[in-house]
Each structure stands twice: as C-alpha cells, then as structure tokens.
C-alpha cells in the first residue's frame, strides 16, 4: 500500500507497520518544548500530543479562541487573558482509535449569536456545532453521492442570518445550503445541495481533478462567492445571487493556476489568492461576462522566498545560486476592519499583511521551521531550514475610544508543528520606505531602457517608555536590512525579463548610544533593471523593500511596458 504523508494528505490505517506510524508522527507532532517567538509572533504549545490543528476562529463575544485539532478529534478553548486551555472532545472522530492519521477540519466559525460553533470534518463528510452554554455537540451529515468520493470534503462555511447558512467542499463541485433551524442532530435534514453548472469551463479536464476552493458572502448585494480551481491547471470565479437563485461563471486567465481563498473588503471588492504561486488579486465586481482578462484585475505578489527557507541567513548574500523565485503558496485570504487583506504564506512561512490604500505589504516571519518540509539535509541539526505549515488563521479585532475598531491580532495554527500562535499587531513597525519613481513607462526587449528605482527606509526609535510600542530593533548595536524585489511578470514573483542590480546588497544600520528617543536613521539603496529579452506589452507591479529577522516591507511600484 502506498502512503502519502505530506502536509495535505495524510492518512495511515492500522494496518501499517510500526516504522510506517513513526514516519507519519515525524511529519506531523512536532517536537516536545520547541516554542519560538520573535518580537511580533509568539507561539503556543498545544496540550495534547500530535493534536495537528488547523481550523481556527477568535471568539469576539468571549475574547477566546476555539480551534481543532484534527488527530483526535478534540475541540480546543484557549483562553487569553490567562493562558490555560480547555478540552471537549468530539463524539465521533475517523481517526481517533486508529494508530496514526487524521481528518481535516479547514474551517471553524462562530454563528451570529456568538454562542454556537461549527467546523468541517472531512472523513465523516459532516459539518459539527458545539453550543458553547450547554456545551454539547450536533453533528449534520452532508448528503453527497459519488462514484468517484466517499466524503464531499467540507472546506469553507459562511452565514448569511441566523437562520440560514451557506458551505462548500472540495469534492461536491455544488453550494450547499443548510437551514439551521431544520437541521437535525445525526441527519442531513435542513440541508439543501445547489449543483453549480461548470458549464464546460473545465473541458479537457477529467472531473475528479476539479474542486472548490472557498466562499464568501458579499451581504448587502446578496451574492455568494465562489472559487473552483483543477489545482495548477485552472481557476474559475463563480457568482451566485440569493435573489433570482442564477449562477454567473468568469472564467480567470491562464496565469491564475488555483483561486483557493476568497474574501470581500468593505467596498465589496472580491480578493482571491492562487495557492499555486506567488500570487493574490484584486477584481473589481466583475461585468456580466464569461472570461475575465488581467485589465480587470490587480495583480499582487509576495516578496521572494526568505534565503531562510533553504538554512541559509537572509544576511547572507554570497550564494548565487538560491533559486528565491519559488512559490510562497499564499492560501486563505481575510479582509480587516482597517481596510487591510491577510493571507497565510504557507511555504514563506509568512503571515502577510496588504494596505490597498497607500500600496504596501508587510510580511511577519513565523519563529519556527521544520527541516523536514525542506531541501535541507533533515540530519543536520546545525541549522533552520523549511518552514512551519501556517494553514489557517483568524482575525482579532478590538475597540478603542481613540482608534475605534482596529485589528489588533491575528491568529494561526501550526499543522505539523503542534502549535497554535499569533501576529501582535499592537506593536509598531519602525520602518517606512520611500520609493522613487513608484510608476515608470519604459520600451520593452534588450533594447529597452533600463530602469532605476532608489528605495530610502526609515528606522524610528523606538525606545520609549511605551511598551506597546517598543522594537526590539533598537535592542542591537547594528540593524541589518537585505533589499528584496518581486514582480507580476511571472505569477511566482519572479522578474523574467530582467537583470537586476542591487547596490548595496545589504543595509547596516548603526543603533549608536547617541540615538535618542526622537531621532531616526535612514538608509538607502537602488535597484537597476536592465531588460535582456523581450517583455510583453502591458502594466506589471513591482514589490520593492526590505527584509528584516522579523518583517518584510514592501511598496508596490507601476511599471508599463510598451512597444
């Protein structure tokens, strides 16, 4: 029998040998006591050995968080403002009497009432609520049949009201409606199947390679979204309006290789990421049409794999040979109370945070990593490669007379690493950048002009009395800043096209003892793009800044090409 243990598909019956059950603990229990924090995340232990957690929620009406883990079944309280956990275990779990395995659980939310909890259970094709007052669960049964699947895969839930809810699963290529007044505890009564019509948008694609990805509910307009993808193939976009129960279908460009995560800002723009590359979109509320083009949408990309990632110092700039340009895999995808977009990277190992108003994106760098999900040798101990497989998050938001409602924290869970841990976004990032020209037309091909762009980045101290906003920044005599630069050229981020200078290649910045309170220090490079082939036509964004041993920061710079 064959066994595949990796991060999304793991799953090993009694039947295996010993050695079979080892490998499958090595990938995904973590290690004992291996906690990690740096000045903006601070990890977690789990109390339960291989939990495997992955879906995730904050509870707003309680200050708690609730998460799965989805070895044993068991449903995790952990409580903040004092840092203990509690444990209610799931009546009925696939996994849990067998020697190693799990089933996936990608999504947890609280209803509108704030008093009930439902999360997906792939291997029982079953949505779960647990009623945090009476603390008791009700299981719901999913009536899917197939002849390729035993279980629809749930994945992605939203509620429109209190009475109604909507869900998708990767395998049930349909909406499903679930009236939660009707719903019935070990039944499938209250839940309604929309089949959605592909209407031949995957031609050519056999049916058990296509899946869902997520949804989500624009409220006002009444439409849910949705994204269907065959994973590095395809991507559609799909409309549904509540009103006249009508499907509308885009078809995304050829660049878009698996739409997975999908939120709406407050301007009900719709955000996916493609969980296949580098990249996330912005697109406007799309014209009634079949097939979108990349004039209506906004292309943006991460910064390039941290050198981290392959155990080498993202200070260290002597190896050429790094191939950064690989794809950090953005996932899920949230919007915020403050205007920002928030996915997960899940190979930069990453939790990304995207300002559309003023254009800029930071990267918070998670604490651990796991050589195992690397291409390190895993026997040498001596160094930090891989990374540490942040499935899925939640936001946590709070309100002050001063601020109003901001976004104050956000929330993930560590799949193979046993860990829960969270981005304390109550402390200030110290650094801004300056980026000169930010839009620039240029002639494509080897003949083009070549482009400069100088980035000036300011430190601020931070070493006030105001602990709520101190930087460990200021801690070090030197800081060290590495320039960092990606584009929509390619979707993995990759500036195709060009040869890129750097000068310098890496910022040293002096934190002297006469650097008071108010003072800032800044320090500066340039970039040089010299085309050496062809380039399309078009308009492309840069992702130009700088990485940190916490943060990347980056602004985005407009760059059109023409003939």
């Given at each position: 029998m064959t066994v595949t243990l990796n991060f999304a598909n793991a799953s090993i019956l009694p039947t295996q040998p010993p050695n079979q059950i080892a490998e499958f603990e090595k990938w995904n229990c973590g290690k004992v006591d291996d906690i990690n924090s740096n000045f903006y995340i601070e990890e977690i232990q789990v109390p339960e050995v291989c939990s495997i957690p992955i879906s995730i929620a904050f509870d707003e009406k309680d200050n708690k968080v609730w998460f799965i883990g989805t070895r044993n079944g068991t449903l995790f309280e952990y409580i903040p403002s004092n840092q203990t956990f509690k444990t209610y275990q799931i009546p009925n779990w696939f996994s849990r009497d067998l020697p190693a395995g799990n089933s996936w659980s990608w999504d947890l939310k609280l209803d509108k009432s704030g008093n009930n909890i439902w999360f997906t259970d792939e291997k029982l094709n079953s949505l779960w609520k647990f009623n945090k007052n009476e603390k008791e669960f009700e299981q719901f049964v999913i009536p899917?049949?197939?002849?390729?699947y035993s279980t629809a895969y749930p994945v992605s839930i939203e509620f429109m009201d209190d009475k109604n809810m909507y869900f998708v699963g990767i395998r049930s290529l349909s909406l499903w409606h679930g009236y939660t007044d009707r719903m019935t505890n070990g039944t499938s009564t209250g839940i309604e199947e929309i089949p959605i019509p592909l209407d031949g948008l995957f031609k050519?694609?056999?049916?058990?390679e296509i899946g869902?990805?997520?949804?989500a509910i624009d409220h006002a307009k009444k439409n849910i979204w949705i994204t269907a993808l065959a994973f590095e193939k395809k991507g559609v976009l799909i409309k549904y309006n509540l009103g006249d129960k009508n499907f509308t279908l885009y078809e995304l460009p050829d660049s878009f290789r698996s739409p997975t995560g999908i939120t709406l800002d407050s301007n009900d723009t719709v955000w996916i990421t493609d969980h296949a590359t580098s990249s996330l979109y912005k697109i406007d509320p799309p014209r009634e049409s079949v097939t979108l083009t990349p004039s209506d949408m906004e292309h943006i990309v991460t910064s390039p794999l941290s050198s981290r990632i392959y155990g080498v110092d993202f200070k260290d700039t002597?190896?050429?040979?790094?191939?950064i340009y690989e794809n950090s895999l953005p996932y899920w995808i949230d919007s915020t109370n403050d205007g920002s977009i928030v996915t997960n990277e899940h190979v930069g190992n990453k939790i990304a945070r995207y300002f559309?108003?003023?254009e800029t994106m930071i990267e918070y760098w998670v604490?651990?990593?796991?050589?195992?999900y690397s291409v390190c040798d895993p026997n040498n101990l001596d160094i930090e490669c891989g990374y540490s497989n942040v499935l899925q998050f939640d936001i946590e938001s709070k309100t002050s007379p001063t601020l109003g409602n901001y976004t104050s924290k956000i929330w993930f869970t560590e799949q193979s690493e046993n860990k829960i841990g969270f981005v304390d976004l109550e402390k200030t990032v110290p650094i801004s950048l300056t980026v000169t020209p930010n839009h620039s037309n240029i002639s494509g091909g080897i003949n083009g002009e070549t482009v400069r762009i100088d980035v000036q980045a300011k430190i601020k101290n931070l070493k006030g009395n105001d602990l709520t906003i101190r930087s460990d920044f200021t801690n070090e005599d030197n800081i060290t800043?590495?320039?960092?630069?990606?584009?929509t050229f390619t979707p993995n981020g990759d500036i195709n096209g060009f040869e890129a200078t750097i000068e310098p290649e890496v910022l040293h910045i002096n934190m002297n003892q006469n650097f008071t309170d108010s003072d800032t220090k800044f320090a500066s490079f340039s970039i040089l793009l010299k085309p050496v082939r062809e380039i399309p036509p078009g308009n492309y964004n840069l992702m130009v800044?700088?990485?940190?041993?916490?943060?990347t920061m980056m602004k985005k710079v407009r760059l059109n090409i023409i003939n």
């Open positions: 899917f049949y197939s002849n390729s050519g694609i056999p049916e058990y869902i990805g997520s949804l002597s190896n050429k040979s790094l191939h559309p108003g003023n604490p651990s990593q796991n050589i195992l800043l590495k320039p960092v630069i990606s584009g800044g700088v990485e940190s041993k916490d943060i």
